[in-house]
């Protein structure tokens, strides 16, 4: 299986090292702009060889676009107009609605399956790329229906190869869904970076920074040039996961202004229902992940 992947980040590297690994790919092919993370990415092993755009999407089985969401809405019109009819082609956007928008009336709509593996670290570049990021992840396959059924099924058997478990939505679904479970979180921890950082005895407090501050903060170190275009491509439906955090951001300054020990104590009690929603969803998974391996094994 020939696979040309386009952008040698975090998210494309890793699918590299995973699809070598896993022996799904026979030929990787790798499409950057950067002549630094080209190098790298051979350097690495990641990829076999650079080509640029035009030719590597010629004559492969899969193309994978793994760059930020606006070069995306940019590059996949590009990539259907090239590939050959047989070839499928996936995207690992965080945003879905707007890139399948612009590409709805292409001739070859039904080549594309539009994809969000659920998955990442705060760092970027080849040198972040790694085994196992993906594995018992979720992928969301988005407007399945529209894709070609031998493109779906080859995208659906490359994503599972590679450790992930599927989820279908349609793109405005999975947008919504995101802004809660992963745009929220990453806008959440730049805003509590910026208010630290606005602290004047900021130095005192980052020497007295636990384990706890760390990891809420640590989505803030993401690049800001991944992370830009996906909050302006979501930006309605962030700003809405926004105004409901600022909410209950209100509410528990509200339990403190006000002295209210009581609604302080509701609130977070409340809040640690949370234990429960996540147990039983993680069980669930665990259920999913059975029957979805008893499916691929017939």
Not at 13 to 35: H, Q, Y
Not at 234 to 262: A, G, P, Q, R, T
Request: a negative charge.
């Amino acid at each position: 299986m020939i696979v040309t992947i386009i952008g040698l980040g975090l998210i494309g590297g890793s699918i590299a090292v995973d699809l070598r690994k896993t022996g799904f790919a026979t030929e990787l092919i790798g499409v950057d702009n950067s002549e630094k993370h080209c190098e790298k990415a051979l350097q690495l092993g990641l990829v076999d060889q650079i080509k640029p755009l035009q030719q590597a999407v010629k004559g492969v089985d899969i193309v994978l676009v793994a760059v930020p969401v606006d070069k995306i809405a940019v590059v996949l019109p590009e990539v259907l107009d090239l590939i050959d009819p047989s070839t499928s082609v996936t995207d690992v956007g965080s945003t879905k609605h707007v890139i399948c928008q612009g590409v709805d009336n292409h001739p070859r709509r039904g080549n594309y399956v539009p994809a969000h593996p659920m998955s990442g670290t705060e760092n970027s570049g080849p040198e972040a790329a790694m085994e196992g990021l993906f594995k018992e992840k979720i992928c969301i396959i988005c407007d399945q229906e529209q894709a070609k059924p031998q493109h779906l099924a080859l995208i659906e058997k490359m994503y599972h190869t590679i450790g992930l478990d599927l989820a279908y939505m349609t793109s405005d679904e999975q947008d919504h869904s995101t802004a809660h479970v992963s745009h929220l979180p990453h806008a959440t921890s730049f805003a509590l970076a910026n208010a630290v950082l606005d602290v004047n005895d900021r130095h005192i407090i980052f020497d007295l920074a636990s384990g706890g501050f760390q990891s809420t903060v640590r989505l803030a170190k993401s690049s800001p040039e991944m992370w830009g275009p996906i909050f302006m491509q979501n930006k309605n439906y962030v700003v809405e996961s926004l105004e409901l955090y600022i909410k209950h951001l209100e509410d528990f300054k509200h339990s403190l202004e006000s002295d209210d020990d009581e609604k302080l104590m509701e609130l977070m009690r409340n809040a640690n229902r949370i234990r429960e929603v996540l147990d039983g969803e993680s069980q669930e998974l665990v259920r999913l992940q059975s029957t979805t391996t008893k499916l691929y094994r017939k």
